[in-house]
């Protein structure tokens, strides 16, 4: 990660003014890459305390010591979210350290491009650990101290995938994804009476380092995924992020907004490479 790409971030266009989130604290899942730290340059642009964790002390250093160099509030704490009594851990600390969150954003999670049809129990599993496990212990979380501490409110926004259409080659993250939306769905109800909003954005191919995993043929066939031929950029899902969380979308919840350029109505992403029957016309 170069400062010249931490530059374009903070330097890129807002919809937002500058003292939105003054007086709150954030915390960002997935803060030290990608989306999750595009979110958090902007949380932190727009007055935010800001708490980023990732798996990777490194990369979370690197950018709380880029934003401190422009005069504003970040931590970065290392955890591994799969492990429930790491959630609880990270809370005490974060308390213990900085004070109550009011604002969640749960960008974390990864995947590998692969057939189904040939994942082990071992990779399904990590998967569903990392999408669906990680982001519901820390939601879980967040609403339970929320309620215990008699705080009315907060909010929290899960980066998902989009999921009106299959994916080929990530099927077990569509799957943990699916559950993020169902839980999502259930708890928007049962935790209104807290004031809790829960909400999920769904990005389209979006332009950052974790395309690096993806096989070339998968990559040159990346212009087809929508009908603007291109992939989002990161700060086009942080500002999606941002409006969620705002007292702009007071009375959103129980809502995915999907970010993808169309391409859930036209486009195709082969994540594992297209397969040589869709390759080939007549097949059938």
């Not at 642009?45 to 010591?65: H, S, Y």
């Not at 040159?220 to 995924?225: D, I, K, L, T, Y």
């Not at 409006?243 to 702009?248: E, I």
Request: proline share 4%; glycine share 12%; hydrophobic share 45%.
């Amino acid at each position: 990660m170069t400062d010249s790409l931490l530059d374009r971030l903070w330097t890129a266009d807002t919809a937002f003014r500058s003292d939105l989130f003054a007086g709150k604290i954030a915390l960002v899942c997935g803060g030290g890459s990608g989306i999750g730290r595009a979110s958090a340059l902007l949380f932190a642009r727009l007055g935010a305390t800001v708490v980023i964790t990732g798996r990777t002390q490194e990369k979370l250093d690197a950018v709380v010591d880029y934003a401190r160099t422009k005069g504003v509030t970040m931590h970065g704490f290392a955890a591994q979210l799969r492990e429930h009594e790491n959630v609880v851990a990270l809370f005490e600390r974060i308390e213990s350290e900085v004070g109550v969150i009011d604002l969640l954003v749960n960008s974390a999670g990864g995947q590998f491009p692969q057939e189904a049809i040939d994942y082990s129990p071992k990779g399904w599993n990590a998967v569903i650990s990392n999408n669906l496990n990680s982001t519901w212990f820390v939601m879980q979380r967040a609403a339970q101290r929320w309620r215990d501490l008699g705080r009315q409110g907060g909010s929290i926004v899960n980066v998902i995938v989009v999921l009106e259409r299959g994916m080929p080659g990530v099927a077990h993250t569509q799957a943990a994804r699916a559950g993020i939306v169902g839980a999502m769905r259930t708890v928007a109800v049962e935790w209104a009476p807290l004031g809790i909003r829960v909400n999920c954005v769904a990005p389209g191919l979006t332009a950052s380092e974790g395309l690096d995993v993806y096989p070339a043929e998968a990559v040159a066939e990346f212009p087809r995924a929508n009908p603007f031929k291109r992939p989002g950029s990161t700060m086009e899902i942080a500002e999606t992020c941002v409006f969620l969380s705002s007292p702009t979308a007071s009375f959103v919840t129980g809502e995915v907004l999907t970010v993808d350029g169309g391409g859930k109505l036209w486009g195709e992403l082969w994540l594992a490479g297209r397969p040589e029957w869709y390759r080939v016309p007549g097949n059938g």
